[in-house]
């Protein structure tokens, strides 16, 4: 049965006027199990798979590659289905005219394989299309209580408009969760990238075609350990009170703010997904009415709710006080993540810049996103950084544009730079 345990990072002392109180909570989940093999229902796997044009008949292989090896982490039992996605979305498997999920076993594991062999490129690209498609399968299983989509794609979406994707995207948002990936260089990382925060879910850039397998069934493997089905983090605060934000800071940044719902006039609820044997960490910030020095407050109480009962809780305090020793104290956790979310925005407005052509922009961004990262020690975001500007000094965030930036380069940047470092402790 798994079990959760919260730890609170802050500092609780406020100075004489201050209002504002920020936390990390930190959630850990051991003893998930297995997907689908819990008491609370069945999962549902949906691998949605890039058929267009472009992905030529190399590409098709090595996507049939890939989703055969996804299938072969699926555990027997599992509901699953597979889409073919060009500017339609046709149901590769189990079959074209059924529109129905089947559950994993020996037998529909080779049918399943045997289909992938006749897939082929051909047509356009409909993102949106293909979300619909898999929030139709998923709904032809009433007992699925998780449901999870890897999808693959090697270009734009260029057979829906904006407005249609974003209309998909809402119209399938809360009823499943995707891993989205772009295959080479093509693909556009804002786009992709709003599919997968909206669905709470991953995006990444697979290089090479013959990356694709190992990252499918690397996918599907996190996926099938995700024995809790649904959790949501719930934030209660005092009356008068006002939560400025809620993030997920590790192991992505993840905003949930605006995704509130309400459980009652103090508590709000914030969907997490799924989980494994994991810890993920939150930023928390809330505003109190300033009181006397000496005086303290429950500023926030923090819940994880998982199958509707509350299976741990943090509480977040504050205490105002004259002591300048104690107010000016910066809680290291808190310090990192807030380093660790303005990198990613520098990094994302640095790139956004340079697509635009204005390289004044570009340089200052991602100058303050080399130096961001050196200050909080994140080595991984500094190499990518440095293959796409030079660095010469890293401390104060001089840097240059390199004359030449291989694309794949700059778009590993881009899709890594919501990926934080646990703060050391």
Not at 71 to 79: A, K
Request: glycine content about 8%; overall charge negative.
């Amino acid at each position: 049965m798994a079990e959760f345990h919260a730890t609170v990072h802050q500092n609780e002392f406020l100075a004489t006027g201050a209002t504002d109180v920020h936390a990390i909570v930190s959630i850990t989940c051991t003893g998930a199990g297995q997907a689908g093999r819990s008491a609370g229902g069945d999962a549902g796997e949906i691998i949605v798979i890039d058929t267009s044009g472009s992905m030529e008949a190399a590409g098709v292989r090595a996507a049939q590659e890939a989703a055969a090896a996804a299938l072969d982490q699926i555990h027997d039992g599992v509901w699953f289905a597979v889409i073919a996605g060009n500017h339609e979305a046709r149901l590769a498997y189990p079959d074209g005219y059924t529109a129905a999920m089947v559950q994993m076993s020996a037998a529909t594991r080779a049918q399943a394989k045997r289909s992938l062999t006749r897939l082929y490129a051909d047509g356009g690209t409909a993102m949106g299309t293909w979300l619909l498609a898999a929030a139709q399968l998923f709904g032809t299983v009433p007992s699925l209580t998780q449901k999870h989509v890897i999808l693959l794609t090697d270009g734009e979406n260029q057979h829906e408009t904006p407005e249609q994707l974003t209309a998909a995207i809402e119209g399938v948002r809360g009823r499943f969760q995707a891993d989205c990936r772009g295959l080479g260089a093509a693909w556009q990382v804002d786009e992709v990238r709003r599919i997968a925060e909206a669905l709470l879910g991953t995006v990444d850039l697979i290089p090479r075609r013959e990356d694709m397998a190992a990252e499918f069934a690397r996918i599907m493997r996190v996926s099938m350990a995700r024995g809790v089905a649904d959790a949501s983090l719930r934030v209660w605060a005092p009356q008068g009170a006002e939560v400025l934000f809620v993030r997920q800071v590790a192991p992505r940044l993840e905003d949930l703010t605006t995704r509130r719902t309400t459980v009652n006039p103090l508590t709000g609820a914030y969907p997490t997904g799924a989980w494994s044997d994991e810890t993920r960490e939150y930023h928390v910030a809330v505003r109190l009415p300033a009181k006397a020095v000496g005086a303290e407050q429950l500023a926030a109480r923090v819940q994880l709710a998982a199958g509707g009962e509350i299976v741990t809780q943090g509480l977040v305090k504050a205490r105002w006080s004259a002591d300048d020793s104690l107010t000016a104290r910066i809680s290291p956790e808190v310090a990192h993540y807030t380093g660790q979310t303005e990198l990613a925005k520098a990094i994302q407005e640095g790139l956004a810049a340079k697509s635009i052509g204005d390289d004044v922009t570009a340089t200052t961004r991602l100058g303050r996103a080399v130096q961001l990262a050196a200050e909080t020690g994140d080595d991984d975001a500094t190499n990518r950084l440095s293959r796409v500007v030079d660095i010469d000094d890293a401390g104060t965030g001089r840097v240059r544009l390199k004359n030449r930036i291989d694309k794949l380069d700059e778009m590993a940047l881009d899709t890594a730079s919501t990926k934080t470092t646990r703060v050391g402790r």
